[in-house]
């Protein structure tokens, strides 16, 4: 079964401050997707990897947010100085490919954000 | 542009009560429309998807249903259990997942 781990679940920062957000895919995919929900917007996609390599950061709101995914284990989404509106619920969603079938995508349990 | 809008945003039903919620979406190149459920607290929860209009999926008290400009989620006597959030995406010819706002249901006993 695929899987995500997603750490830390809550954080609470200073603004101004570096946030580095964690996930690691279990097993079973090709594609890795980062998202940020609200209240007033719900899901957005920020970034999305395919085997690795970033595909699409169009939806990466600003230079102060960047991701890496340095293998198929581990993905991080650095915000780098944090403000207030960044606060939200960031997570990560994994999607394989079976037999070419065009699968859903799984999804962690998310990290609560919140820049004070 | 790929898009996605559900309605209604809150749904509030007594127990036993039928009902449905809508997905209406634009993309290009449908690959798939994708509902979820999601917990306060949790990550949204797969539940269904469905590849072509007509296509019908059921799970329990629930049956999706899709056609070439919407969606419906059919919940036939809902049970406490089933309040949450109901979540719809697209896939289109690019490999994003594409989210509506969702509809927050809550079944009251």
């Known amino acids: 079964d695929a899987g995500v781990i997603q750490s830390p679940r809550h954080e609470v920062t200073e603004m101004g401050q570096e946030v580095t957000l964690r996930c690691k895919p279990i097993?079973?995919?090709?594609?890795l997707f980062w998202y940020r929900q609200t209240m007033m917007r719900g899901l957005e996609l920020l970034i999305y990897?395919?085997?690795?390599?970033?595909?699409?950061d169009s939806g990466m709101p600003e230079d102060r947010f960047s991701a890496k995914m340095p293998n198929a284990s581990f993905s991080t989404l650095k915000i780098q100085p944090s403000e207030p509106r960044d606060s939200a619920v960031y997570f990560c969603?994994?999607?394989?490919?079976?037999?070419?079938?065009?699968?859903?995508?799984?999804f962690g349990q998310g990290t609560r954000l919140t820049v004070v | 542009e790929d898009q996605v809008t559900q309605s209604p945003e809150a749904l509030r039903l007594q127990e036993g009560e039928s009902s449905s919620l809508n997905c209406s979406y634009t993309?290009?190149?449908?690959?798939?429309l994708f509902w979820y459920r999601q917990d306060p607290g949790k990550g949204p929860e797969f539940l269904f998807t469905?590849?072509?209009a007509g296509e019908e999926k059921e799970k329990e008290r629930l049956k999706a249903t899709l056609t070439k400009k919407e969606s419906f989620l059919h919940i036939t006597a809902p049970k406490p259990e089933d309040s949450a959030t109901y979540l719809c995406?697209?896939?289109?010819?690019?490999?994003?997942?594409?989210f509506g706002t969702g509809t927050s249901l809550t079944v009251i006993p």
């Open positions: 969603a994994i999607q394989g490919a079976r037999s070419g079938m065009n699968t859903e995508a799984f």
């Open positions: 990897f395919n085997n690795n390599v970033p595909i699409d």
């Open positions: 993309v290009s190149g449908l690959r798939g």
């Open positions: 995406a697209v896939r289109g010819t690019g490999n994003q997942f594409y």
């Open positions: 097993s079973g995919h090709n594609s």
């Open positions: 469905l590849y072509s």
